[in-house]
Nanobody
Framework: QVQLAESGGGLVQAGESVRLSCAASGRAFGNYHVAWFRQVPGREREPLVRIRWIGTATYVKDYADSVKGRFTASRDHRVDTVYLQMDGLQPEDTAVYFC????????????????WGQGTQVTVSS
């Protein structure tokens, strides 16, 4: 079992930045794929970035077009934490942000990811 806990959300003004953290505990996490999703009420979870493990402390990042150039994901395997730096936030970025992890799956379907955090709310005011 892997437990994930997101933190860092809050209320910000348009144009500001936020950094989210996703801390993992439980089983060895280093060789898990990780992803960030977000969700607004009434809509499916939207994949933002997937961090695919391909070897010892080596990862490949795949960004959704909607956040490419504004959001940056990083991973510190020494502390089993994944980050999402979000710059230039806009009101349409308001959502609950989730991190997910899986030993084998690294696609875009939220339903196929095994482990999830509880989510953290990010609200961007205009």
């Amino acid at each position: 079992q892997v437990q994930l806990a997101e933190s860092g959300g809050g209320l910000v003004q348009a144009g500001e930045s936020v950094r989210l953290s996703c801390a993992a505990s439980g089983r060895a996490f280093g060789n898990y794929h990780v992803a960030w999703f977000r969700q607004v009420p009434g809509r499916e979870r939207e994949p933002l970035v997937r961090i695919r493990w391909i070897g010892t402390a080596t990862y490949v990042k795949d960004y959704a077009d909607s956040v490419k150039g504004r959001f940056t994901a990083s991973r510190d395997h020494r502390v089993d934490t994944v980050y999402l730096q979000m710059d230039g936030l806009q009101p349409e970025d308001t959502a609950v942000y989730f991190c997910a992890a899986d030993e084998s799956y690294y696609g875009t379907r939220a339903s196929d990811w095994t482990y999830w955090g509880q989510g953290t709310q990010v609200t961007v005011s205009s």
